[in-house]
């Protein structure tokens, strides 16, 4: 299992959640991965790529035949994808390794440029998980009962959480910002702390909860929120950083 890597160009999402019953991003996804193949990018998918708590096999088959279809075809013009393991595909953990140009990992420190960049999910640093991981993960399989049940007020608080996130005056050209309860989250606090041993970019997902945010002079937090909202990904390039949002502006 490689943990370690240098990536000139890479794209880095998240939370696309393929089989979930509040997805629709099976499609959407397949074409992120023939951009990334066209345009000769690696690409890093940052945990919860697949729904394996909340799915139904109906569901799983539809939204992910035409991404398993575009994935073999990415992976025929040599594109690397780095998978992480998220808390939804946590599964997968026993499955770490290298498979041939897939890479199942359960974090990610890239090189590129002469920057370092460090890639995790997030869900390590959720309250909920860091007080009691086993009643975290039964809650989340708890909640994917809910969902099968009630599947339309959970449309309901996915589009009610995204209309509360609002552009702060200083937001980035996304649009985005991270939106903190209380003085700061643990989420924050920890990509802070990565940081500190010499990372200039931390990269989670799991909130679904898109931004940036300056951890210390010349280091940025990147969260990429969720397809389950308006997809967004960070583009690597030669050291260069920066978060946009899918699919992307004519170039």
């Known amino acids: 299992m490689i943990t370690d890597v240098h990536e000139e160009r890479l794209l880095v999402t998240s939370d696309s959640h393929l089989g979930s019953l509040l997805s629709s991003s099976g499609r959407d996804m397949a074409r992120f991965l023939r951009y990334a193949a066209e345009h000769q990018y690696n690409v890093c998918i940052n945990g919860d790529g697949l729904e394996l708590m909340h799915t139904s096999l109906a569901s799983m088959t539809r939204e992910t035949f035409d991404f398993f279809r575009h994935f073999k075809s990415a ?20 499955f770490f390794n290298n498979w041939g140009a897939i890479n199942l990992v359960p974090f990610l420190n890239v090189r590129s ?19 009691s991981p086993l009643l975290y993960n039964w809650a989340t399989r708890a909640s994917g009962t809910a969902l099968r049940a009630h599947v339309g007020f959970f449309r309901l608080y996915e589009a009610w959480r995204r209309l509360r996130r609002r552009p702060a005056p200083d937001a980035d050209a996304t649009g985005d910002t991270l939106v903190e309860e209380g003085p700061e989250t643990t989420f924050v606090r920890a990509a802070r702390e990565i940081s500190a041993r010499g990372f200039d970019a931390v990269i989670f997902g799991h909130t679904h909860a898109p931004g940036t945010l300056e951890l210390r002079p010349g280091s940025r937090y990147f969260n990429t929120g969720s397809w389950l909202g308006e997809p967004r990904y960070v583009r690597i390039e030669h050291g260069a950083m ?4 899918w699919p992307v502006a004519r170039r």
């Open 75 to 94: 992976l025929g013009g040599s594109l690397r994808i780095y998978y992480v393991v998220g808390n939804h595909d946590i599964v997968l953990e026993r």
């Open 113 to 131: 440029g002469d920057q370092r960049v460090h890639i995790e999910h997030g869900h390590l640093y959720d309250p909920a998980f860091m007080r």
């Open 242 to 245: 920066v978060m946009e949002r």
